[in-house]
Structure formats: structure tokens, C-alpha cells
């Protein structure tokens, strides 16, 4: 009758949220009652309601000819109307046995008796009509309503069902779901990929917009990252499958969206709470109604208008729209809650370096001791840098890679984030890192000049007790940091605040940019934290930063948003939203979007109740027929249906000018 039917009593044992979905039906595989791969079981079932409905609806309608065609035999018009009548109400009332058998009372059993009633009454017209409408109602719900399954075969569809296997230098073709994490698979240009995996061998422009939202094609070369349902552009690509099924990025939208379907707001859980009582009332209304009117038509109508469907949909209709607009975008939301709360987040704080930055740094200055030369310098730094992805490795080893510098053997590492790393080469302690590290450690760090390195962020280079030079970098504003600050503006964001571990000139510099409420540089890890502790007393906070090195103050926010979280488990792990991109106009979206799903859930629970209750009063007076009720009650269905569906098409503009640039 509703999603809880369609949802908890089908699929009860089936907790749909994730892991334990997981759990019961293994990797890759199809769930047996929920269906979730395409060719699934609900799918047939509502295929046959529907059978039901149209075959029932053609003995209805054909009972009304025959009896304005042979208004004598009265006869054959019945009996066309008991055999539709019929097979319309046993799906209806075959539930309803079910979850009385289950122990569960719910809202089957109210129209099931409805229907009932009125076959008693002899009218099996009505009957056949009111059954007729819900079991529609039914099938719109199963089909669109949650609006998840339809969410999901899209996201099916964009993986293939075979692959291509390298075997013994072959190609051979497998069932997508028959490969093993370590397989090898080559790709051809044009295919999806059908799991993650890491490049071996070609290289290939991507197109990634189906899990990130991004049109832009991605360079990809070996030891690159590739996910399934990405498109394969332009090159033939060998690849190591390293994730398959429910563990692959896409894998992970796929049970995002599941999860929303079971979502609920405060008053859905409310009722579901009081379900028990609900029946039962509305049949003590139904018998007072009798009493006092002895009117069977009042009665059935009752029964019809108070089944809450409209009501129960309220909520995951908005929320699955809303999460399949996000997925669409790229923002991964782990928790429903999490969106919930975006509506209500006043302020911001963000991380500096790759998150209002590009984070892309380039090396502007080598400046080593005497006696040392800058090659060296950067020799020493870039090898110490092997296994960080700071930005700041990330820009060493590029630098020392273009100039042809072999880097040195290193052995034991080991970084502080948001300090710098500490690595032995030839026995020597090598660390790189910002200068409050090194002198914490007693070295002595030495003062240059600040015009010398003004604006530039600064890492020391540190050989055993000596400290060996220093390296400037320099990275830039995003183009869209001005932009995305005034938006939050005018969403009513009150504070935003920037957050860097780095120099106060270059944090000042970046500061005066851009519209900035306050900043705090030189932070280590543990002051971040504390700031956002700070900030949280007066308002609720969101936190924005790059994940790896910015987890403690992404836990610390109400909400923590983590950027350029494709292929990242750790980014995904440590906040509550992940941006698959490195995308900033993602935040103002996810706050819009957040607000408007309210909106929007708040307008069904409305338009819900006034049916609802609405339709009740009338039907107690006599007001409305059962005919009119069941119609009212499909309708109420569908205007909340379409109503949560405007919330799929939030962000459209912004994919359209993202796929717009790319073009050009
Ligand atoms: P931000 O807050 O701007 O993102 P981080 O907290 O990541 O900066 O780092 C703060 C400072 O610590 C950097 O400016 C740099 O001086 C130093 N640092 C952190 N990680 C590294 C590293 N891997 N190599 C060198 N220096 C580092
Ligand atoms: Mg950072």
C-alpha cells in the first residue's frame, strides 16, 4: 500500500541499508525479493499487478457496458464485476492476511476491509473500483514512488555484463560479476569499465562524470585510478581489478541510495510508532460512523481516505530524489542525517591548502645552505617526499621528476600530518616540514629574510641536526573560491573561516582575496580542532577540508566535508559528505539542495494531512464516495510522487555548464 509494503514487509529481512544488505546477499548478487539488479523479482511481481490491474479494470468497465447495453439481464454485468472485483482485491487483501498472520497491523487491513465491505454489500463495482485504484497506486509507487529502484537500474545499466579477461595472454569474455579483485581486463575505447581497477598498460581519456558529475574528460596513464561505470573514451586500456562490486565507488552510490529510501522524518517515525493504534482508531471511527449513520458507503469511504500513503511517502520520495540529485553531482552523502543537517549549518570553516586553494603547489624558490646546491636541495626533499600525497610532495616530485633528478633510496618513513615527514636515507635522518616541527625538535631553523619568500608557503629541509635550506611554493585561489563564498552568503551562511597550517603572510595574502569572516594560520592539526570547538558553541558548523590530513577537524564540525574524495576510502571514512570532485560549487549545492528537500518534505506532510484528514471529515458526513475517495487517494499519491521529483532536477544547471566548458 505504501513503501512500508513494498519495503519492510517484503523486503523486511532485508535490511536494505547497506552492510547488512550486504551481508545477506554477498557481493554482485541480485536480492531476491528487493531486486536491486535490473532483471530483479519486484520488477516481475509488479509486472503481474499489473496484469491484475488491467485485466480486473477490463471486467469493471465491462460490466458497466453490459449493463447499459442488456440493462434486462443484470446478470452477466454482475458477474463481470464479481470476477474483476475479484482479482483486483486479492493482491490487496492477500497482503493484508499476510501482515495479520505477521502479527503487523497496519494500513493494508483498513482497505482491505473497505473492499471487502462493499463486496459484502453486494456492490462489486465499487469494490472493483476502489481496488482498482489502489492496486495503481501500488504499482506507481513500486515503479516511481521511492523512485530508488529506477535510480539504481540507471546505475546498473552503467556497468557492463562482461568483460574482458586476460587470460595467458588472451582475451577471454567473462561474466562482469565472475571477477576477482587481482584479475587482469582490457578495456576498449567507448566500454564502461565494469569495476575499479588501476591501469597497467595504455592510456586513455576518461569520462567520469556518472560517479563525480564532472563532464571533463580525465587523462588516465599507468598506475592511474579508474572506476566502474566510467566511460572509456579514447585508448584501449589494460587494467588490475582492484574493487568489485558493492565495494567499488560506484558500488557505494548504490547503496547510498538504498539507504534513503528507508529514510524517515521525525513524524514518519512517529507513526510508524503508533501504527498499531492507527487501525484500530480509524475502525472505532468507522464504528461510530455506523452508528450514528448506518451508512455502509460512509464507512468503506472512511476506510479508503485513511489509508496514509501519501503521508509515508513523504519523506524517502524527497530524500531519494535528493540523494540521486547529489549522486548525480558527485556528493557522496554517508548519512541521511547528514543531509538533513546541511539545512541547518550557519557556518563554515574551510582548510587552506587544496580546498580554496588548487592546492596544486609549484616550487618557486630552491634556497639551500652554502655549500649545497639547489639540485641537491631538491634531490634530498623530493626523495623524503616519496610516500606523502601532501600537495607539497605532490609538487617536489613533479619538480624533481621534469629536471631529470634521480631520487635517492629511502628507508623507514613516517609523516606528521599537518608537520611534515621524517625519512632515513643512507642512515641519515632526512625531514621535511614547516618550522615549528624542526625547532620543536631542537634544531636550529634560522632566519631569512620575508621578502625573500614573501607570500610563499615554506618547508625546511633538515639532514640529521642541520638544517640544509629551505624550498618556497606557491599555489593559487580557486576560480570559483570568490563565488562559492558569496553564495553561502546569500543562502544566509553567517560566518566562513579559513583554516592553514601555513605562514600567517601567506595566509594573510590569500585572507584579503577573498570574502573571508576570519582566519587562523599556523595551525597545527589539534588547533584546527580546536577553532572548530570554538565555532560550534555559537552555531552549527561545517567543515570543509581534503580529507587526508584534515580528518580530526572534519570529525570535530557537525558536518564534515571532504573534497576530491574519488577512489579515497580514507576521505569517505573520516567526513560526512565527500565531494567527488574537487569541485567547490558543490557546497552552496549541497546546501540548496538540503533546504529544498525540507521544503519539499514538509509540503507532502502537508498536502498529505489535508488529504488525509481532509478527506476523512468529509467522508464522515457523507460528503464524499468511495469512488471519489480512492480516486483522491491515487491522486495525493501522485502530486506528492511528482512533487519530490522536482528535487532530481537541483544542480541541472550546473552539470549543463560544467558539460558546456568541456565542449568548448
Ligand atoms: P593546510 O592547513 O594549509 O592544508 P597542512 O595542515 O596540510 O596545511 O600543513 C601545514 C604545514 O605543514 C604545511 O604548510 C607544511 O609546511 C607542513 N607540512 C605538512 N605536511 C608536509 C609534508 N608532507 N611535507 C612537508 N611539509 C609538510
Ligand atoms: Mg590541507
Known amino acids: 500500500m505504501t513503501i512500508e509494503h513494498t519495503h519492510d514487509q517484503q523486503c523486511q529481512e532485508h535490511n536494505h541499508a547497506g552492510s547488512e544488505h550486504k551481508r545477506q546477499h554477498g557481493k554482485g548478487m541480485t536480492c531476491p525479493v528487493c531486486g536491486t539488479i535490473s532483471e530483479g523479482v519486484a520488477h516481475e511481481r509488479s509486472m503481474g499487478k499489473v496484469g491484475i490491474a488491467v485485466a480486473g479494470g477490463f471486467f469493471i468497465v465491462n460490466s458497466y457496458i453490459l449493463g447499459w447495453l442488456l440493462p434486462e439481464q443484470t446478470f452477466a454485468a454482475s458477474f463481470s464485476a464479481i470476477i474483476g472485483a475479484v482479482a483486483l482485491a486479492f493482491p490487496i487483501v492477500f497482503t493484508a492476511i499476510k501482515d495479520l ?3 503487523q497491523v497496519y494500513m493494508n487491513e483498513l482497505v482491505a476491509l473497505a473492499i471487502l465491505a462493499a463486496m459484502v454489500g453486494g456492490d462489486f463495482r465499487t469494490a472493483g473500483i476502489i481496488a482498482f485504484f489502489l492496486l495503481a497506486t ?6 516511481t514512488a521511492s523512485g530508488a529502484q529506477r535510480s539504481i537500474e540507471e546505475l546498473v545499466k552503467l556497468t557492463p555484463n562482461t568483460a574482458r579477461k586476460i587470460v595467458d595472454g588472451r582475451e577471454v569474455e567473462v561474466q562482469a560479476l565472475e571477477l576477482k579483485v587481482g584479475d587482469i581486463i582490457s578495456v576498449r575505447p567507448g566500454e564502461n569499465f565494469p569495476v575499479d581497477g588501476r591501469v597497467l598498460k595504455g592510456e586513455s581519456a576518461v569520462n567520469q562524470a556518472s560517479i563525480t558529475g564532472e563532464s571533463l574528460p580525465l587523462d588516465k596513464a599507468v598506475g592511474d585510478d579508474v572506476f566502474a561505470g566510467t566511460q572509456n573514451l579514447t585508448g584501449q586500456i589494460e587494467m588490475e581489478v582492484t574493487k568489485i562490486g558493492e565495494d567499488t565507488t560506484l558500488g557505494k552510490v548504490k547503496d547510498m541510495i538504498l539507504a534513503a529510501e528507508s529514510s524517515r522524518t521525525p513524524i514518519v517515525r512517529i507513526i510508524d510508532r503508533y501504527a498499531g493504534y492507527y487501525t484500530p482508531t480509524i475502525l472505532m471511527l468507522a464504528v461510530v460512523t455506523w452508528s450514528f449513520t448506518q451508512s455502509m458507503e460512509r464507512v468503506i469511504t472512511l476506510m479508503v481516505i485513511a489509508c496514509p500513503c501519501a503521508i509515508v511517502l513523504a519523506t524517502p520520495t524527497a530524500v531519494v530524489a535528493a540523494v540521486a540529485a547529489a549522486a548525480r553531482l558527485g556528493i557522496f552523502i554517508k548519512n541521511i542525517s547528514h543531509l538533513e543537517l546541511a539545512a541547518k549549518i550557519r557556518a563554515f570553516i574551510f582548510d587552506k591548502t587544496g580546498t580554496l586553494t588548487d592546492g596544486i603547489l609549484s616550487v618557486t624558490k630552491l634556497n639551500p645552505i652554502a655549500g649545497m646546491s639547489p639540485a641537491e636541495l631538491l634531490k634530498l626533499a623530493a626523495s623524503a617526499e616519496v610516500h606523502s600525497n601532501h600537495p607539497t610532495a605532490v609538487a617536489l616530485q613533479k619538480l624533481a621528476e621534469e629536471a631529470g633528478v634521480k631520487l635517492d633510496k629511502t628507508g623507514s618513513a613516517k609523516e606528521e600530518h599537518g608537520k611534515g615527514v621524517e625519512v632515513t636515507i ?24 620575508d621578502d625573500e619568500s614573501h607570500g610563499m608557503s615554506v618547508v625546511y629541509v633538515a639532514s640529521d641536526d642541520k638544517v640544509v635550506g629551505w624550498i618556497g611554493l606557491k599555489d593559487k585561489i580557486r576560480n ?21 597550517g601555513d605562514r600567517e603572510s601567506v595566509a594573510k595574502t590569500i585572507a584579503s582575496g577573498i570574502q573571508i569572516d576570519e582566519y587562523r594560520a599556523e595551525c597545527l592539526p589539534e588547533d584546527k580542532v580546536e577553532y572548530v570547538e570554538k565555532v560550534k558553541t555559537s552555531s552549527r558548523v561545517a567543515v570543509v577540508g581534503d580529507g587526508v590530513n584534515d580528518a580530526p577537524a572534519l570529525a570535530a564540525g557537525d558536518l564534515g566535508i571532504a573534497m576530491g574524495a574519488i577512489g579515497s576510502d580514507i576521505a569517505v571514512n573520516s567526513a560526512s559528505i565527500a565531494l567527488m570532485t574537487n569541485d567547490l560549487r558543490r557546497v552552496p549545492m549541497l ?6 528537500m525540507r521544503t519539499i518534505i514538509n509540503q507532502n506532510l502537508f498536502v498529505g494531512m489535508i488529504f488525509v484528514l481532509g478527506g476523512m471529515i468529509l467522508a464522515v458526513f457523507g460528503e464524499l464516495g468511495p469512488v471519489a475517495a480512492a480516486v483522491l487517494h491515487t491522486l495525493s499519491t501522485l502530486l506528492i510522487i511528482f512533487n519530490s521529483a522536482r528535487l532530481v532536477r537541483v544542480g541541472e544547471e550546473l552539470t549543463l555548464e560544467e558539460s558546456r566548458t568541456a565542449q568548448d
Open 101 to 103: 498472520v505477521k502479527g
Open 138 to 143: 501500488i504499482i506507481i509507487e513500486s515503479r
Open 426 to 449: 643512507d642512515g641519515k635522518t632526512i625531514r621535511v616540514g614547516r618550522a615549528g616541527w624542526l625547532e620543536k625538535m631542537g634544531l636550529e631553523v634560522g632566519k631569512h629574510h
Open 480 to 500: 570559483e573560491t570568490g563565488q562559492i563564498l558569496s553564495d553561502l552568503k546569500t543562502l544566509g551562511i553567517k560566518h566562513c573561516a579559513m583554516v592553514t
Open 591 to 596: 546546501i540548496f539542495l538540503s533546504r529544498k
